[in-house]
Each structure stands twice: as structure tokens, then as C-alpha cells.
């Protein structure tokens, strides 16, 4: 007898309970446990006694095979016009894939995929629950290119989705996006975790067995983790992240998951009228605007991904007007440039503490790479004491607790990357110097161990 059982998950880390929670003990989100209807059709018990009396029943299917003997099949990847996008998926798309691309509201996500869909010449099945043909139409004639054989439908009933899929054979399904898709076969309401759990799983299972890549679309949740539980990330073959700030026109494409490739990769995209723009190389754009020196500005020689990137930090800091001074960063980890307010503070003796100060990032764009912290110091202490940093110097080094200057990875990349672009001088850790060819080098090299050296040489 069929048997019905109910229980309550949490809509952001799909942890269950068998009773209405209003605060999720695993993920400490308020008023995320739903209703779940769980059907189950033969009891475990009936399962097993029915498993064990077919006496070929567990044998059947695949068995195991010696390593050696097992044929690696050549996987011939689809390969886009889009640089990035083969880039961030480590090499093209791989049939049968299924890649998740998630960001926030409005970022560019159904851009980048219709986009790819008509710059690949090839038949795409681009669905869509979100927008009706028409603004899908619209969008598409503003996109620079042209597709004739791309198909859309709009629906969000999964079955019929891959049945078209199925009797269409496209070289590439998308779906925007997995939020608005629908199960028939569940109670529950689009975008609910059981919802996005089984369309995920038939979209698995449908690129798993057409060997057809699907690419689906994810929004995420202002904490930046993608809606829905955690378990979408574990179904998928590779999760990409879209971000960047909407005020600024740069786009970053992350790999935060590859099953079939290196996850330290990053494309970057320009918006502009007619959609996204490959930005090949990126630090010639960051830099760009400037003309003459002046204080509170320090370029950093960062490396985002696999690619160096000359970025521009830029700290105004001023006399605090209320009591408590203001601390406020764009694009850099506020905790981050507190502490290294607290470095100069104190190993300095530099009057922060009665400062407003003001970081931002040039571009909009987050960087992580610890190498940025001298460039964030230089520029701290350039706008404190209204000294500018000459605009052909650059810093890679990271600012350790005690104001020492510490190593970072791939120095030579970095210097590479500064000399290419001009400039002609560059501080960074004395740690980094074992194993450097100096003399490879046309740009002067400034191995420093301390903040206070770095002060000395730029700011008496
Ligand atoms: P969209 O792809 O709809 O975002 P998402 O699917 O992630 O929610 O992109 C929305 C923004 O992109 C919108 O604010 C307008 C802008 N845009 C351009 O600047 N140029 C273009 O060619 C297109 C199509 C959109
Ligand atoms: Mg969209």
C-alpha cells in the first residue's frame, strides 16, 4: 500500500525535521522550513525481501572492472565562440554536461546564455519560464549575433521539457531559469527544495542519457549562496558563478565547481548596449583612467583565476566629523581593511583612529587575492599623508599582523604582468626573492619586510 509521509526542509540547506522549525538549526536562517510530501510507494521492509528473493537481483547491472581495462573515451568538447565561457569550463562544453550558472537578479545571466546561444552556430533549445518569446525576441535582436536555428519555448513543466528536448536532439538545452521549473509528479511549488531537486535530477538524467549538455540557470540569495538547497551544487557537473556590481559594467565569471576541469579559472565580460563583451585583457582596461598622480591612489598586481591583473585601489581618508569615524570598502573585505587600519595604527603609530576612511576597488570588481593588501596600505597612507604614489609603481605583497611584508604565490606572473603594462617599478615581499631570476627583469624591484620601509621610501 502506497503510504504518505510528510516532513519539513529547509529551503536554503535542505536540512529536514519532521516538525515545523522557525529557525533552521543547521543554517540559522529564519523561516525557511517548508512542507514536504515525501511518497513513498513500497515500504523499505516489502523492498528488501523483494531485493534478495530475485536471486540474480543484486548482480545485475554493472560490476566492477580493473582500472587498466577500462577505455577512456575521447570527449570531443563543444567548443563556443566564447573564449570565457571555454575558458571558465576548462576547455569547451562537454557533452552530457550539466552546468549551473548562478547570480544575483539582473547581473546578466539570461544575457550571457541567449548570447551564447546565438553566437554558437549550432541548434540550441533555449527555455525559458521567466520571460514570454516576445522579450525574448526583443533581447535577442539586441545582441550582436545571429542564430537561425535556435529554438524557444516557454514552459516550466520539466517532463515536457526534456520531451521536447528528446524529439528536438539540440546540440545544447538551456534553462532559465531552475527556480521556475515544476515537477508534475510533486505537490510542492516552483522553487521549493523537493521542486528544484527532482527537475534537477530529470535534467541529470536527460543529459546523462542524450548525451546532450544542459545549461541551467540558478538565482542566488543576497548571501550570495545559490537558492534552493546545497544539494543542486552536488547534482551538477560544474557550478559557474556570475557576479559583479550593477552599477559598474564589469562581469566576473567564476568556476566555483568542474568536474571536468581546473576551478581557478575567471572570465570577464563588458556589458555594454548590445550584450556582454569578452574582455581578454583586462588589467589595460582597469587602468585606464588615469592621467596624472595623485594621492590616495596604489595599483595592485593581483592574480584573479590564472590571470594576472593590474587593478587600482583607491582610499580617500579624512578627518572623522562625527563621533565614531566611518569605515566603508567597495569591492575589499571590510574586517580585511580594518585590520590593516590597526596594523598602521599601532606598529605605525599613524592617527587612523580619528579617520573617516573610504576604499574602493576600481572596476567594481571583488577581489580576493591576499597580494592586494600593500597596494590597500599605499594607498591608505598616500591619502593620508597627501603624498601621491608616482603612476609607475605597483604593489604585490600581503600586510601580515605585525606589519610584516609577506610572500605571495606566482610572483613572477605578476612582475611579468606590471612590466608588460609599463610600469617601472614594484614593491613586494624580500620572502619572494628566493629562487627570482632578478635579472629577467627590465622593471625595477623593491624587495621590502616591513610597512616601515615601504612609508620610508614612498611618503618622507
Ligand atoms: P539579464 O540577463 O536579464 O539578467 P538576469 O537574467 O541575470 O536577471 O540582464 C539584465 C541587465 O542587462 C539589464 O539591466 C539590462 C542589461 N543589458 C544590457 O546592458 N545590454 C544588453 O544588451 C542586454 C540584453 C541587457
Ligand atoms: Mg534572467
Known amino acids: 500500500m502506497a503510504k504518505v509521509k510528510k516532513i519539513f526542509a529547509c529551503s536554503e540547506c535542505g536540512a529536514t525535521s519532521p516538525k515545523w522549525l522557525g529557525k533552521c538549526p543547521s543554517c540559522e536562517q529564519w523561516n525557511t522550513y517548508q512542507e514536504e510530501i515525501i511518497f513513498k510507494e513500497t515500504p523499505q521492509e516489502e523492498a528488501r525481501s523483494a531485493f534478495k528473493s530475485t536471486k540474480q537481483g543484486p548482480l545485475d547491472g554493472p560490476r566492477p572492472v580493473l582500472l587498466p581495462e577500462i577505455q577512456a573515451g575521447d570527449i570531443t568538447r563543444l567548443v563556443a565562440p566564447d573564449q570565457e565561457l571555454n575558458r571558465v569550463l576548462g576547455g569547451g562544453i562537454v557533452p552530457g554536461s550539466l552546468v549551473l550558472i548562478g547570480g544575483q537578479p539582473g547581473i546578466g545571466k539570461s544575457t550571457l546564455l541567449l548570447q551564447v546561444t546565438l553566437q554558437l552556430n549550432k541548434k540550441v533549445l533555449y527555455v525559458s519560464g521567466e520571460e514570454s518569446e516576445e522579450q525574448i525576441k526583443m533581447r535577442a535582436d539586441r545582441l550582436a549575433h545571429k542564430n537561425q536555428s535556435c529554438y524557444i519555448l516557454t514552459e516550466t513543466n520539466v517532463s515536457k521539457i526534456t520531451a521536447f528536448a528528446e524529439e528536438l536532439q539540440p546540440d545544447l538545452v538551456i534553462i532559465d531559469s531552475i527556480q521556475t521549473l515544476q515537477s508534475p509528479f510533486i505537490e510542492s511549488t516552483p522553487g521549493s527544495i523537493s521542486q528544484v531537486r527532482e527537475c534537477a ?17 540558478g538565482h542566488i540569495t543576497k548571501d550570495g549562496s545559490i537558492a534552493g538547497p546545497k544539494l543542486l551544487e552536488h547534482i551538477v557537473d560544474a557550478v559557474l558563478q556570475f557576479e559583479g556590481d550593477q552599477h559598474y559594467t564589469y562581469r566576473i565569471l567564476r568556476t566555483l565547481k568542474n568536474r571536468f576541469g581546473s576551478t581557478d579559472e575567471l572570465g570577464i565580460y563588458e556589458m555594454q548596449a548590445n550584450g ?20 590616495g591612489n596604489a595599483v595592485a598586481a593581483t592574480i584573479e583565476g590564472m590571470r594576472p591583473m593590474l587593478i587600482e585601489t583607491q582610499a580617500l581618508v579624512t578627518k572623522a566629523v562625527y563621533g565614531t569615524p566611518q569605515r566603508s570598502a567597495t569591492g575589499f573585505d571590510l ?4 585590520m590593516l587600519l590597526a596594523v598602521l595604527e599601532k606598529r605605525g603609530g599613524l592617527p587612523y583612529g580619528m579617520q573617516d576612511v573610504f576604499l574602493n576597488i576600481a572596476g567594481g570588481i571583488r577581489v580576493d587575492d591576499p597580494a592586494m593588501d600593500l597596494a590597500v596600505v599605499s594607498a591608505l597612507l598616500s591619502s593620508l599623508q597627501d603624498v601621491a604614489v608616482p603612476s609607475h609603481v605597483c604593489f604585490a605583497a600581503e600586510v601580515g599582523l605585525s606589519g610584516e611584508i609577506r610572500a605571495v604565490n606566482r610572483i613572477e606572473q605578476r612582475i611579468q604582468e606590471a612590466e608588460r603594462l609599463g610600469f617601472k617599478e614594484i614593491y613586494f615581499s624580500k620572502y619572494n626573492l628566493k629562487g627570482l631570476d632578478q635579472k629577467r627583469f627590465g622593471i625595477k624591484l623593491h624587495p621590502i619586510a616591513k610597512v616601515e620601509e615601504l612609508y620610508q621610501a614612498l611618503f618622507v
Open 276 to 295: 556582454l563583451r569578452e574582455v581578454s585583457n583586462p588589467s589595460e582596461l582597469l587602468l585606464s583612467q588615469r592621467d596624472e598622480d595623485l594621492s
Open 201 to 217: 535530477g530529470d535534467l541529470m538524467r536527460f543529459a546523462k542519457t542524450s548525451n546532450i549538455p544542459v545549461f541551467i540557470i
Open 335 to 338: 574586517r580585511r581593511l580594518s
